[in-house]
C-alpha cells in the first residue's frame, strides 16, 4: 500500500501562486512515476504533470510554462509550483504515483486538494 497526502491548496487571486506538496509513504519503492492530476465540477479529470524516474517531465497544454513539476527522492515528496494562475485552473488537485506509463500511474491517489483562483 502507498499513502499519499497532499497539502498546499487554497484561495488566490488571479495571477497569483501557490506550491503543492503531496508527500508518499508506505511501500514507497513500488513508486516510478508521480504526477498531479485535477477535475473541475462538470469536466473530466485532466492529466496536469508526470514526473517519471528518470527525471523527466510533461506537461498538458494548458499549464506549460506556467507549472513546474518537481520530486525530493530522499523525501517521497512531490510538488507542483502554479504560476500565473488563472481562473480555470479551479479544481480539486490530486496527487498520483504509480509506474511509468500513462496507464499505470495513477495507481495510487491522495484524498485531494482544493484550489479556487478568482477574478
Known amino acids: 500500500q502507498v499513502q499519499l497526502v497532499e497539502s498546499g491548496g487554497g484561495l488566490v487571486q488571479a495571477g497569483g501562486s501557490l506550491r503543492l506538496s503531496c508527500a508518499a509513504s508506505?511501500?514507497?519503492?513500488?513508486?516510478?512515476?508521480m504526477a498531479w492530476s485535477r477535475q473541475a465540477p462538470g469536466k473530466q479529470r485532466e492529466l496536469v504533470a508526470v514526473?517519471?524516474?528518470?527525471?523527466?517531465?510533461s506537461y498538458a497544454d494548458s499549464v506549460k510554462g506556467r507549472f513546474t513539476i518537481s520530486r525530493d527522492y530522499a523525501r517521497n515528496t512531490v510538488y507542483l509550483q502554479m504560476n500565473s494562475l488563472k481562473p480555470d485552473d479551479t479544481a480539486v488537485y490530486y496527487c498520483?504515483?504509480?509506474?511509468?506509463?500513462?496507464?499505470?500511474?495513477?495507481?495510487?491517489w491522495g484524498q485531494g486538494t482544493q484550489v479556487t483562483v478568482s477574478s
Open positions: 498520483n504515483a504509480g509506474g511509468n506509463t500513462l496507464a499505470t500511474l495513477s495507481n495510487y
Open positions: 508506505g511501500r514507497t519503492l513500488s513508486i516510478d512515476a
Open positions: 514526473i517519471f524516474s528518470d527525471g523527466s517531465t
